[in-house]
């Protein structure tokens, strides 16, 4: 138990509060439940037990880690780099700094990729993998799929390999560094081109949330002038990958993007969008004619 036996030492209710307290003074909404994460992960207790020990304090070891974690949340670093780890779908994926955070749009590519899909095998290519959320969903969801995950950034990929690793998919995966969609040595095997690639214009980068602007790596999240470099990139690349009937599956920025990109290519007819929480489009599939 990282509890101590110091009854000088504030305990865990005082503790608590202070933290909740710094951090929705910094500005952060969700002040109180991020307090209790912090809490437990600097503790390593669960949080039954932050609850059942409101009365004992922290060992000096355990508040020392509190006080930077908390330090590092009031400067603005996400709480998922801090944890070290971040939810999506049923999962629970490792994620750092120069790794885009799964976000719960992206979800929405995933349930869209296998509501299109068949149940039995096939082979996909995940462009821009970042966690590797997307192709470790489909992988589990779809036991006899093969997917190609290529990824610009060297950190983002080497946690990719660590959440496949972890999740028992690295047999039925191959992970590529990519620094274009142009660059894979991949021919026409897949099934599915899915990609959540950067899409933010580059002038809007300086405008997002101080925690995504300041800490999440810009190579995932700057798509160009128009932010649509990737998507013209990835209509280019695709029919080399995929074969004819081919599925191609993107997440969107906006709804001006989703409208250019529509009838972008007379190799692909549009199939259908998905609008996400606040009604943008966010997902498109196309279909390949060959
Ligand atoms: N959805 C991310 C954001 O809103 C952007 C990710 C991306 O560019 N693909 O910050």
New binding site residues.
């Given amino acids: 138990m990282p509890l101590s036996a110091n009854v000088a030492a504030p305990p865990l209710r005082a503790l608590r509060s202070a933290a909740r307290e710094r951090l929705s003074q910094a500005g952060i909404q969700n002040a109180a439940q991020e307090a209790d994460w912090l809490l437990c992960h600097a503790s390593g207790l669960s949080a039954a037990a932050l609850l059942a020990h409101q009365d004992s304090p922290l060992d000096e070891a355990a508040q020392k880690r509190l006080e930077l974690e908390l330090h590092r949340r009031e400067n603005g670093e996400p709480i998922q780099y801090i944890l070290g780890s971040a939810p999506f779908r049923d999962l629970e994926l490792e994620v750092g700094p120069g790794v885009?955070v799964p976000?719960p749009?992206?979800e929405l590519l995933v349930d869209l990729a296998l509501s299109l899909l068949p149940d039995d095998g096939f082979v996909f290519m995940d462009w821009?993998t970042g966690s590797g959320c997307i192709a470790a969903s489909i992988l589990l969801e779809r036991p006899r799929a093969f997917g190609f995950l290529a990824e610009r950034n060297p950190k983002a990929l080497s946690c990719a390999w660590r959440n496949l690793r972890r999740l028992g998919l690295l047999g039925r995966a191959l992970l590529i560094h990519s620094r274009t969609p142009g660059d894979l040595p991949v021919g026409a095997e897949c099934d599915l081109v899915v990609s959540?690639?950067?899409?933010?214009p580059t002038e809007a980068v300086g405008g997002?949330?101080r925690d995504?602007r300041d800490f999440?790596p810009r190579m995932?999240?700057?798509?160009g002038a128009d932010?649509m470099d990737c998507y013209r990139a990835l209509f280019g690349a695709a029919p080399l990958w995929l074969k004819p009937g081919g599925l191609l599956l993107l997440?969107m920025?906006d709804a001006h993007q989703a409208e250019r990109m529509k009838g972008h290519s007379s190799k692909f007819d549009f199939l259908r969008s998905v609008l996400d929480f606040s009604a943008i489009p966010r997902c498109m599939a196309w279909r390949y004619r060959g």
């Avoid at 959540?196 to 933010?200: E, G, L, R, S, T």
Wanted: aromatic share 4%; charged share 25%; net charge negative.
């Fill in positions: 885009l976000r749009e992206t821009g959540n690639p950067p899409y933010i997002l949330m995504v999440e995932a999240l700057d798509g932010g997440e920025g």
